[in-house]
C-alpha cells in the first residue's frame, strides 16, 4: 500500500473509534462492501476503490467538523438539507454516509466554505505594497482547510514526502504531511551542526541581487520519493524551483507544487513546463494589492 494512504489509525484514535466500533458504523450504512477483516488497526487491506471511498468519507467528517466551528447543527442541516441528529452522528464518528451522501455533503459544504475568499479577507497590504501573513499562517483552522484543498487536489497522487522551505511554510506543510503521514522535510538557509552530508542548492530570489543557499539532509530524501513542494507564498518561483532541483538530485520525483498565495502569475506555466507537473495555488493576487492598510 502506497505511503500516501492516510493514517487512519491516527485519526480513528481521535475520534476514539476502535476496529469494532467502525466496522459496526461501517455496516449501518454499507454492510455489503465492508468485512470485517478488511480492517487491521484501522487500516483498510484492500487496495481498491473501497480504501478511497473510506478515505474520502473520513475527509468529508473531517470537513464537517471544520464547519461545525463556523455553523450550529441546525444552520448546517438547512444547508446540506439533512437532519441535525444525522449530521451529529456523522460528526462524532458514529456512523460514516454512504459515498453518495458523502459526495453531496463535500460538494455543497465547498460552496459556502471558500478557502479562497477566507485568504483574501486576511491579507492587508501596507503602501509599499508588502503583507502580514502572519493571520494565514497562524491559524490552525484555516491551515487545516487548506490541508483539505491540498488532498482533493492531489488526490490519486502518489505522495510520500512533504518538502518545505523553512519557515513560514512549515505549519502548512507539517500538518499536510501528518494528514497524509508521510515525513516531513525543511530545507533551511544554513547547514546545520550534527548533519555532515547535504543536498545543496544555490538560487537568486526574485527581484533580488542576493545570492542564496537551501540544505536538505541527504538522508532525508531518497531515490524514487515522490515530493509535494508545500510554501506559505509563491513570488517568482525561484525558491520552488531550487527545491526542486535539489529532488531532482536526489533521484526523485516532484509530482506538484502547493501554495495558499501565488503572487502575479507570469511565473506558473513556465514553472509547469520545466517541472512537468501541476502548480496549485489557493488565491492569486495580481499586481496591484487588494487592499491597502
Same mark, same amino acid.
Given at each position: 500500500?502506497?505511503?500516501?494512504?492516510?493514517?487512519?489509525?491516527?485519526?480513528?484514535?481521535?475520534?476514539?473509534?476502535?476496529?469494532?466500533?467502525?466496522?459496526?458504523?461501517?455496516?449501518?450504512?454499507?454492510?455489503? +462492501?465492508?468485512?470485517?477483516?478488511?480492517?487491521?488497526?484501522?487500516?483498510?487491506? #484492500?487496495?481498491?476503490?473501497?480504501?478511497?471511498?473510506?478515505?474520502?468519507?473520513?475527509?468529508?467528517? +473531517?470537513?464537517?467538523?471544520?464547519?461545525?466551528?463556523?455553523?450550529?447543527?441546525?444552520?448546517?442541516?438547512?444547508?446540506?438539507?439533512?437532519?441535525?441528529?444525522?449530521?451529529?452522528?456523522?460528526?462524532?464518528?458514529?456512523?460514516?454516509?454512504?459515498? #453518495?451522501?458523502?459526495?453531496?455533503?463535500?460538494?455543497?459544504?465547498?460552496?459556502?466554505?471558500?478557502?479562497?475568499?477566507?485568504?483574501?479577507?486576511?491579507?492587508?497590504?501596507?503602501?509599499?505594497?508588502?503583507?502580514?501573513?502572519?493571520?494565514?499562517?497562524?491559524?490552525?483552522?484555516?491551515?487545516?482547510?487548506?490541508?483539505?484543498?491540498?488532498?482533493?487536489?492531489?488526490?490519486?497522487?502518489?505522495?510520500?514526502?512533504?518538502?518545505?522551505?523553512?519557515?513560514?511554510?512549515?505549519?502548512?506543510?507539517?500538518?499536510?504531511?501528518?494528514?497524509?503521514?508521510?515525513?516531513?522535510?525543511?530545507?533551511?538557509?544554513?547547514? +546545520?551542526?550534527?548533519?555532515?552530508?547535504?543536498?545543496?542548492?544555490?538560487?537568486?530570489?526574485?527581484?533580488?541581487?542576493?545570492?542564496?543557499?537551501?540544505?536538505?539532509?541527504?538522508?532525508?530524501?531518497?531515490?524514487?520519493?515522490?515530493?509535494?513542494?508545500?510554501?506559505?507564498?509563491? #513570488?517568482?518561483?525561484?525558491?520552488?524551483?531550487?527545491?526542486?532541483?535539489?529532488?531532482?538530485?536526489?533521484?526523485?520525483?516532484?509530482?506538484?507544487?502547493?501554495?495558499?498565495?501565488?503572487?502575479?502569475?507570469?511565473?506558473?506555466?513556465?514553472?509547469?513546463?520545466?517541472?512537468?507537473?501541476?502548480?496549485?495555488?489557493?488565491?492569486?493576487?495580481?499586481?496591484?494589492?487588494?487592499?491597502?492598510?
Amino acid at each position: 500500500m502506497h505511503r500516501f494512504h492516510f493514517s487512519f489509525a491516527v485519526i480513528l484514535a481521535r475520534r476514539r473509534i476502535t476496529k469494532d466500533s467502525m466496522f459496526a458504523a461501517l455496516t449501518k450504512v454499507e454492510a455489503k +462492501e465492508y468485512n470485517q477483516e478488511d480492517f487491521v488497526g484501522g487500516i483498510v487491506l #484492500d487496495g481498491g476503490s473501497r480504501i478511497s471511498d473510506l478515505k474520502y468519507k473520513l475527509m468529508t467528517i +473531517e470537513l464537517l467538523n471544520l464547519a461545525k466551528n463556523y455553523y450550529t447543527y441546525r444552520e448546517l442541516s438547512q444547508i446540506v438539507s439533512l437532519p441535525d441528529t444525522v449530521l451529529s452522528r456523522y460528526v462524532k464518528g458514529h456512523v460514516l454516509p454512504t459515498m #453518495d451522501r458523502a459526495l453531496y455533503i463535500n460538494k455543497t459544504l465547498q460552496k459556502i466554505m471558500r478557502l479562497e475568499a477566507e485568504i483574501q479577507l486576511r491579507i492587508r497590504f501596507d503602501d509599499s505594497g508588502y503583507f502580514d501573513n502572519t493571520r494565514l499562517i497562524s491559524d490552525p483552522l484555516l491551515l487545516e482547510r487548506a490541508v483539505q484543498h491540498a488532498v482533493n487536489r492531489f488526490a490519486g497522487a502518489r505522495i510520500t514526502k512533504i518538502l518545505s522551505p523553512a519557515v513560514d511554510g512549515v505549519p502548512l506543510a507539517a500538518i499536510l504531511a501528518h494528514r497524509l503521514g508521510v515525513k516531513l522535510v525543511i530545507a533551511k538557509n544554513a547547514r +546545520e551542526v550534527g548533519v555532515s552530508v547535504f543536498f545543496e542548492e544555490v538560487y537568486v530570489p526574485g527581484r533580488s541581487a542576493m545570492v542564496l543557499s537551501l540544505y536538505v539532509p541527504r538522508d532525508a530524501l531518497r531515490r524514487g520519493d515522490c515530493v509535494l513542494i508545500v510554501d506559505d507564498v509563491l #513570488d517568482t518561483g525561484e525558491t520552488q524551483m531550487a527545491l526542486a532541483r535539489i529532488v531532482q538530485k536526489a533521484k526523485a520525483e516532484v509530482i506538484g507544487i502547493y501554495a495558499l498565495i501565488g503572487l502575479n502569475t507570469g511565473w506558473k506555466t513556465k514553472m509547469e513546463q520545466a517541472l512537468q507537473c501541476p502548480v496549485e495555488i489557493v488565491h492569486h493576487i495580481g499586481e496591484k494589492p487588494l487592499q491597502r492598510v
